[in-house]
Structures are given as C-alpha cells and as structure tokens.
C-alpha cells in the first residue's frame, strides 16, 4: 500500500516568514512529486511539480526531492495572508496517472 | 489554457433520484479522472478513464457509474445514493502517461437527503 505523510499542522507563519511544508512518501519506486493548494470549499490547484533530486523555484515557491530519504518540501517564501490554505502532497500512484494524496497542511499566515 | 469543466457546481439530491454529474476538458488530455472528498479529507479515487476505456474502479458502488463518451466528456451517473455520499466530486484531467501533471475541475458539491 502505497502512502504519503504530512503533518496535518495547522501550522501558522507570521506574514512575512517562510513557510516550510514536508511530505514523506513509501514507495521507493515513485518518480513524480506534486503540490497542490486547496483553499477551503474549492478544489486542489497544482502549484508545484518535481521529478529529479534537489529544488526547483517558481516564484516564491521552492519544492525539494530527495529521493534518498523519500521526502518532498514546499517552501513558501515571503509568505501572505492569501497563501493561508490546505497544502496536499501528492504522488503518482501508477501507470494511469492517478493521485496519492497526503492528509495536507493546513497553513495559517497571520497579517 | 489548464481548464477543466464541471456541472453542476452545487446539486441536493433525494435518495431515490437519478441525477449525473459532467466534466469536460479540452487539453487534448487522454486520461480523465472521478475523485471523492470528505470534509477534512484528502481527494480518494474512484474511477480512472484512459483513452476512453475505464482503466481503474476503485470498488466504488454500484450507485456511482461512470461514462466517458468520448475524450473531451466524463460523466457519473448517480443513483440511490445514501446521506454519507455527500461530498465534494472532483474530476481531473491529465495527458495520462505515467507521471503527468492533473488539473482538476472546480468539483460539484454532492448533498444526498
């Protein structure tokens, strides 16, 4: 059974700070790594993809592989009130295309 | 353009009610996708199309039944649900190789009386 893990959180950042979210998964094998934000009573929206060790950067966002130690980070840098949302980590779950989702973090950014 | 289409956006249903929910894209993706989230809950799949053929059933019940008739269109049928399929149904696109990225729709809110 494959499985992705997240701290559930809530995690809250001052307006400002970076935000640091961390996503662990179990299956060795996996190749392709999302992020997505879900504000709340919307759907998920992909903010980030990964597919190779170390970081790519779009914008304000970071997100880090390491396959190694099967973890995947999203940092949200100068973070805004607006960025408060639910973070749901996911990975392809096999050869259709479809989603493992973590539980998400739940992110609070205090103007 | 990453646009998936979902109607209706908000639909109450009765327990003996047939009703369908419908998704459209048009990004030339081959593999479209039927999600179910709870509140509090991340996205569970429940069907996988893969060029226009059901590809993944979930075991989802036989209340929920999926079409796809054609590449552009996904529908789900629904039909006898109970009070505990209320939930927001997400459909999401993608071009369906192994590792692609997903768009999903903006989800139809699904309240069973």
């Not at chain 1, 997505?36 to 993809?49: A, C, D, N, T, V």
Request: hydrophobic share 30%.
């Amino acid at each position: 059974q494959k499985e992705v893990e997240q701290n559930s959180g809530p995690l809250s950042v001052p307006e400002g700070a970076i935000a640091s979210l961390n996503c662990t998964y179990s299956d060795r094998g996996s190749q392709s790594f999302f992020w997505y934000r879900q504000y709340s009573g919307k759907s998920p929206e992909l903010i980030m993809s990964i597919y190779s060790n170390g970081d790519k950067e779009d914008g304000r966002f970071t997100a880090q592989l390491n396959k190694a130690s099967q973890y995947v980070s999203l940092l949200i840098r100068d973070s805004q009130p607006s960025d408060s949302a639910t973070y749901l980590c996911a990975v392809n779950g096999g050869s259709q295309g479809n989603l493992i989702f973590g539980k998400g973090t739940k992110l609070s950014v205090k103007p | 353009d990453t646009e998936v289409t979902q109607t209706p956006k908000h639909l109450v249903m009765g327990m003996t009610n047939k009703k369908s929910l419908k998704c459209e894209q048009h990004m030339g993706h081959r593999a479209m996708y039927w999600y179910k989230q709870k509140a509090k809950k991340p996205p569970e799949l429940m069907f996988v199309y893969s060029y226009e053929k059901l590809s993944i059933n979930e075991s989802v019940p036989s209340r929920f039944s999926p079409e796809c008739p054609n590449s552009s269109l996904l529908n789900l049928h629904l039909h006898a649900l109970q009070p505990e399929d209320s939930a927001l149904y997400l459909c999401a696109s993608s071009p369906g190789q192994r590792g692609t990225e997903a768009f999903f729709g903006q989800g139809t809110r699904l309240t069973v009386v």
